[in-house]
């Protein structure tokens, strides 16, 4: 949006948030700047149009008046006016409880669009004054990272009501196909982010894994659809529960190893080959179990059911495949940063729409401040400040501008009296908050579940209309481990107490024990970790909740303290012994560049992308590259890529002849 652009509008909407009565068309013609300087009456009809339909999509209330007309559109008769009171946010006021629980809901979002609109949408309420100082510490902090690129369009869509098309690979399928959706909801289940909705070339209902997505999501912007009144997003997601039937699958696993689901078998009926145990392991979703049975490369086989046994075959082939393939031609050099998309065309209107009550309200804070505030730099803010500075009310003489002052490097904001309060919650501001608060529902450890009711039930009435769009959105957070194990764990990091663990780790297929510091817990997506320092690493370490098979009270008071500040932005801890790796990604885990926070990435002509990532220690990656079944690739370094090929084929060797564990026993 041109500055004019953003200042004609911004005339306008205080034009008609100033009157009662309503502005005729010929007066806004004569007194709105821009609309002045039209060439022609037919210019000014289709600018007007395109304005009004700017303000309404973003959640401003035209109406239209009429008088004496037939009609709503009769120009003798319209006029046009924004009540204040569907325009403002309504008077609010918050417990310390229920400010506690609003800032953690604020929180939740991480690397998603709905991160910003939930810090927005607090500031509106921080801006009024209804915020009590939130000293109350919870002990959990949770986070949301949608890290499926389809996430963000498909959002949108589903709060816009924009029909929308990707290349899309089923379970069981080897083939993309094209879809076609009305996108009803999107909701989490598992770890795992799903569409909903009206699948149109095949006319029924249909639920689509995001991570299933193969393409660039594309939206179609010309025709809205209303989703049938009796949709229900969360008796959609329950069904994945009844999806698939109950099986138990039969394994040969090599003894001492794949520890991470022995818990959760039971020895197998008859004998076992030579250097084998059989087992038996009951489970719900064949490609679920596949990934996992197939990271275990040759420490496990699949004997029965076939379909399980195939989906792990599928699994190793795809990492043979993929590096039978020639090395494509990359360059970090010459590849260009990615170009900032360009913000919608509202994007600056509402900021201005945000900043003058902010301003209003915190009078002389500095430039910098203000600016780190908003997420934009100094001369972006200082150019939205001299556009408020020309901007008031109709006649436009001095004393109708907005007077904007920052000369000594802190901003005073006079004669604002229109647009001295906050607008209203936009969609994505409310759908933020209400989505986060039923999100902390499932919490554990958030015992106030007042406070946190009660907050919802303020937010949504002070969301309006916009809250509606939070009933198509749903994130699911269980507590994803045992409560008993949880409890420990906080009681420890609470009363400042050392614990001994048993845990876990993968990579190295090995229980260890070690005692450490703990300090405090967070969730990423569906999965809980304990912050500590452990005293075998000499360092900070993030332990798994699922992967603590014991932890015990040590006998003495932690040796190390937290530093302070947030909680842990990533689970990656950086050493000095860390590795590049150079990785391809198919277009299905492109996400796994900015989930493992690539140090360079290019993305290729045929869509995938070469990334270069820093790890700690390259054991894990054959297992890795095992469970994506080849769509990440290890490149660089050649002995990690020969390896992951390797764990591959010897694990593909035992399924010799299509019979599970036949090339085993002699493994």
Same mark, same amino acid.
């Given at each position: 949006?041109?500055?004019?652009?953003?200042?004609?509008?911004?005339?306008?909407?205080?034009?008609?948030?100033?009157?009662?009565?309503?502005?005729?068309?010929?007066?806004?013609?004569?007194?709105?700047?821009?609309?002045?300087?039209?060439?022609?009456?037919?210019?000014?009809?289709?600018?007007?149009?395109?304005?009004?339909?700017?303000?309404?999509?973003?959640?401003?209330?035209?109406?239209?008046?009429?008088?004496?007309?037939?009609?709503?559109?009769?120009?003798?008769?319209?006029?046009?006016?924004?009540?204040?009171?569907?325009?403002?946010?309504?008077?609010?006021?918050?417990?310390?409880?229920?400010?506690?629980?609003?800032?953690? *809901? %604020?929180?939740?979002?991480?690397?998603?669009?709905?991160?910003? +609109?939930? &810090? @927005?949408? $607090?500031? =509106?309420?921080? !801006?009024?004054?209804?915020?009590?100082?939130?000293?109350?510490?919870?002990?959990?902090?949770?986070?949301?990272?949608?890290?499926?690129?389809?996430?963000?369009?498909?959002?949108?869509?589903?709060?816009?009501?924009?029909?929308?098309?990707?290349?899309?690979?089923?379970?069981?399928?080897?083939?993309?196909?094209?879809?076609?959706?009305?996108?009803?909801?999107?909701?989490?289940?598992?770890?795992?982010?799903?569409?909903?909705?009206?699948?149109?070339?095949?006319?029924?209902?249909?639920?689509?894994?995001?991570?299933?997505?193969?393409?660039?999501?594309?939206?179609?912007?010309?025709?809205?659809?209303?989703?049938?009144?009796?949709?229900?997003?969360? *008796? %959609?997601?329950?069904?994945?529960?009844?999806?698939?039937?109950? +099986?138990? &699958? @039969?394994? $040969?696993? =090599?003894?001492? !190893?794949?520890?991470?689901?022995?818990?959760?078998?039971?020895?197998?009926?008859?004998?076992?080959?030579?250097?084998?145990?059989?087992?038996?392991?009951?489970?719900?979703?064949?490609?679920?179990?596949?990934?996992?049975?197939?990271?275990?490369?040759?420490?496990?086989?699949?004997?029965?059911?076939?379909?399980?046994?195939?989906?792990?075959?599928?699994?190793?082939?795809?990492?043979?495949?993929?590096?039978?393939?020639?090395?494509?031609?990359?360059?970090?050099?010459?590849?260009?940063?990615?170009?900032?998309?360009?913000?919608?065309?509202?994007?600056?209107?509402?900021?201005?729409?945000?900043?003058?009550?902010?301003?209003?309200?915190?009078?002389?804070? %500095?430039?910098?401040?203000?600016?780190?505030?908003?997420?934009?730099?100094?001369?972006?803010?200082?150019?939205?400040?001299?556009?408020?500075?020309?901007?008031?009310?109709?006649?436009?003489?001095?004393?109708?501008?907005?007077?904007?002052?920052?000369?000594?490097?802190?901003?005073?904001?006079?004669?604002?009296?229109?647009?001295?309060?906050?607008?209203?919650?936009?969609?994505?501001?409310?759908?933020?908050?209400?989505?986060?608060?039923?999100?902390?529902?499932?919490?554990?450890?958030?015992?106030?579940?007042?406070?946190?009711?009660?907050?919802?039930?303020?937010?949504?009435?002070?969301?309006?209309?916009?809250?509606?769009?939070?009933?198509?959105?749903?994130?699911?957070?269980?507590?994803?481990?045992?409560?008993?194990?949880?409890?420990?764990?906080?009681?420890?990091?609470?009363?400042?107490?050392?614990?001994?663990?048993?845990?876990?780790?993968?990579?190295?297929?090995?229980?260890?024990?070690?005692?450490?510091?703990?300090?405090?817990?967070?969730?990423?997506?569906?999965?809980?970790?304990?912050?500590?320092?452990?005293?075998?690493?000499?360092?900070?370490?993030?332990?798994?909740?699922?992967?603590?098979?014991?932890?015990?009270?040590?006998?003495?008071?932690?040796?190390?303290?937290?530093?302070?500040?947030?909680?842990?932005?990533?689970?990656?801890?950086?050493?000095?012994?860390?590795?590049?790796?150079?990785?391809?990604?198919?277009?299905?885990?492109?996400?796994?560049?900015?989930?493992?926070?690539?140090?360079?990435?290019?993305?290729?002509?045929?869509?995938?992308?070469?990334?270069?990532?820093?790890?700690?220690?390259?054991?894990?990656?054959?297992?890795?590259?095992?469970?994506?079944?080849?769509?990440?690739?290890?490149?660089?370094?050649?002995?990690?890529?020969?390896?992951?090929?390797?764990?591959?084929?010897?694990?593909?060797?035992?399924?010799?002849?299509?019979?599970?564990?036949?090339?085993?026993?002699?493994?």
């Amino acid at each position: 949006m041109s500055a004019s652009r953003t200042e004609r509008l911004l005339n306008l909407l205080i034009a008609l948030l100033e009157t009662r009565q309503g502005r005729s068309r010929e007066f806004l013609r004569e007194n709105i700047p821009g609309y002045r300087e039209s060439p022609s009456q037919e210019a000014f009809e289709r600018m007007f149009e395109r304005d009004k339909t700017d303000l309404r999509t973003m959640g401003i209330p035209v109406e239209t008046v009429t008088e004496g007309g037939l009609f709503e559109d009769d120009l003798a008769t319209a006029r046009y006016r924004i009540p204040k009171e569907a325009y403002r946010l309504p008077e609010l006021r918050f417990t310390p409880e229920e400010a506690a629980v609003l800032s953690l *809901a %604020s929180r939740l979002w991480q690397q998603a669009s709905l991160g910003s +609109a939930a &810090a @927005r949408a $607090l500031r =509106k309420l921080e !801006t009024k004054g209804v915020l009590p100082e939130a000293d109350i510490v919870l002990g959990v902090e949770p986070r949301i990272r949608p890290g499926e690129p389809a996430f963000e369009p498909l959002l949108a869509a589903v709060t816009g009501h924009r029909e929308v098309t990707f290349g899309y690979l089923a379970a069981r399928s080897t083939e993309e196909q094209q879809r076609r959706v009305q996108p009803w909801g999107l909701g989490s289940r598992y770890g795992q982010w799903y569409l909903v909705g009206l699948d149109l070339d095949r006319h029924a209902r249909r639920m689509f894994r995001l991570s299933r997505i193969t393409t660039a999501v594309g939206t179609d912007q010309r025709r809205t659809f209303e989703p049938p009144a009796d949709f229900d997003l969360k *008796a %959609s997601l329950a069904e994945l529960d009844s999806l698939a039937e109950p +099986a138990t &699958a @039969r394994l $040969l696993l =090599k003894p001492g !190893t794949v520890q991470l689901l022995r818990d959760s078998t039971r020895p197998a009926p008859g004998p076992a080959p030579a250097g084998w145990d059989a087992v038996e392991l009951d489970f719900a979703d064949t490609e679920v179990l596949a990934d996992e049975l197939a990271a275990h490369g040759p420490h496990a086989v699949v004997l029965e059911p076939a379909d399980l046994a195939a989906a792990v075959r599928r699994r190793l082939q795809g990492v043979l495949d993929a590096a039978a393939r020639p090395v494509p031609a990359y360059s970090f050099e010459e590849s260009k940063p990615a170009a900032r998309p360009r913000p919608a065309p509202e994007d600056r209107l509402r900021r201005l729409l945000d900043l003058v009550p902010y301003l209003v309200h915190n009078p002389g804070r %500095s430039v910098d401040d203000v600016a780190r505030e908003f997420g934009v730099s100094r001369s972006q803010l200082e150019k939205d400040l001299e556009l408020v500075f020309v901007s008031g009310l109709p006649g436009y003489m001095p004393d109708q501008l907005m007077d904007a002052r920052w000369d000594d490097g802190y901003i005073y904001l006079d004669n604002a009296d229109e647009l001295s309060e906050p607008v209203r919650f936009s969609v994505d501001e409310a759908c933020a908050l209400l989505v986060g608060l039923q999100a902390l529902a499932g919490v554990p450890r958030l015992t106030d579940r007042t406070a946190l009711e009660s907050a919802t039930a303020k937010i949504s009435l002070a969301a309006g209309e916009a809250g509606t769009a939070a009933s198509a959105v749903q994130a699911g957070l269980g507590p994803g481990t045992d409560p008993e194990l949880l409890e420990t764990l906080h009681r420890a990091a609470a009363d400042g107490q050392q614990l001994q663990l048993r845990y876990l780790v993968p990579h190295r297929d090995e229980i260890t024990d070690r005692v450490v510091d703990p300090w405090r817990l967070f969730s990423v997506n569906d999965a809980w970790y304990l912050e500590a320092w452990c005293h075998s690493a000499e360092a900070v370490r993030n332990f798994r909740l699922d992967r603590i098979k014991e932890a015990v009270p040590a006998g003495a008071k932690i040796a190390r303290k937290p530093d302070g500040g947030s909680f842990p932005a990533s689970l990656f801890t950086p050493g000095a012994d860390d590795v590049e790796v150079t990785v391809q990604l198919d277009r299905r885990f492109l996400f796994v560049a900015g989930q493992y926070e690539a140090v360079r990435s290019t993305v290729l002509q045929d869509g995938t992308a070469v990334a270069v990532l820093r790890v700690g220690s390259t054991s894990w990656l054959p297992q890795f590259v095992a469970r994506t079944g080849g769509g990440v690739r290890v490149l660089e370094p050649r002995a990690v890529a020969d390896a992951s090929a390797e764990w591959a084929a010897q694990a593909l060797s035992l399924y010799a002849g299509g019979n599970p564990g036949a090339g085993g026993q002699g493994h």
